[in-house]
């Protein structure tokens, strides 16, 4: 059974930083994106962050420049470096990942369990 499995949220001040991390385990035989959507309340879900198997990066607009993601050597944890934090950055950040088990021949869409960040003075 495939499971990402996240870490990292919590409560800081406009301008810190938060580092989230999200790990995958079970029977992996290959990951091809990993990355972060956000959710706001009343807000659609929208894309953060992504890793792809060739390490290139891709960043929504609104953290360019102040968001980092990064993965291990065995890719497959990735990590989400996020600084100069905005109260606008709240949300509830889900680690999703496109993987292929061991038991199947094409990669699957699999979520984290969700991440609250709260950036507030």
């Known amino acids: 059974q495939v499971q990402l499995v996240e870490s990292g949220g919590g409560l800081v001040q406009p301008g810190g930083s938060l580092r989230l991390t999200c790990t995958a385990t079970?029977?992996?035989?290959?990951?091809?994106?990993m990355g972060w959507f956000r959710q706001a309340p009343g807000k659609q879900r929208e894309m953060v962050a992504r890793?792809?198997?060739?390490?290139?990066?891709a960043y929504g607009d609104s953290v360019k420049g102040r968001f980092t993601i990064s993965r291990d050597s065995a890719k497959t944890t990735a990590y989400l470096q996020m600084n100069n934090l905005k109260p606008e950055d709240t949300a509830v950040y889900y680690c999703?990942?496109?993987?292929?088990?061991?038991?199947?021949?094409?990669?699957?869409?699999?979520w984290g369990q969700g991440s609250q960040v709260t950036v507030s003075a």
């Open positions: 999703h990942a496109l993987i292929r088990s061991h038991s199947s021949d094409s990669y699957q869409s699999y």
């Open positions: 079970g029977s992996i035989s290959s990951i091809n994106v």
């Open positions: 890793i792809v198997s060739s390490d290139t990066t």
